[in-house]
């Protein structure tokens, strides 16, 4: 059995859950998750900020404690898994906030703006940085931020085997009555452009496989066409794929790690 981390987001880490995949423990025991979170947010000065009396569940808080204190970096030292898996979810859907001097935390529509801290010193000050507005300083941060990250796994986790997962936004959802349909067709979803948040995960896939010989890629939108569905466990989303998508990743984890 392989010990898995995951540093993504549900594209990743939904594979290492029974309601996807029924039988994944025979092969992977997934050990550490980092969830939702800017490789940005991560490789800078982490921010031990006490989140109390939240209107949160323990999920978000954790996501969003982890998130500022950057502790993935110390516990996959700790675990030293056989495989990271990587995504970059967070990266393209979210961007990162900048709240001191080379100090980012992940600007995560979902948890951040439901915090005190947020309302008292992000909201009103413009300091978010995301793909659609800031692409070209994006990018070259994120390329500076992604070689110490690397550097770091490598130094510390020389024997773990570095996998990119390289999924995509999709543009259709089926319905309850199995009707293809539209993603922003009804529902609480942000409309995206999702041609071009694409291109731009394209582009965050294309500099690591590039700049990285070592780093493998499980790339299942490259030969066939994926959708969401209404009765997805967490409801129609871009990322939130009918059921043939998490066997083909195992299947494929599998042929690349086993």
Known sequence: MKKVAVYGSCVTRDNFNSQFNADYKRYFDCVLTQNQTSIISTMSKPNYLVFENENMSTH?????KTDFENSFLNEIKSVQPDILILDFFADVHFGYVEISDNQFVTNNRWTLPKTNYYKLTIQNKKQSFNIEDHFENYFALWKQKFNLFYNYVRLNCPKTKIILNSARNVHHFFDKEDQKKLLINGGNIKVIDVDYYNKIWNKFDAYVLESFNDIEA???FKNKSYNSFENHPWGKFYVHYTMDYY????????????
């Open 247 to 258: 066997t083909d990743f195992i299947d494929q984890l599998k042929k690349i790690s086993l």
């Open 60 to 64: 978000e808080i954790n996501t969003l």
């Open 218 to 220: 499980i790339d299942l």
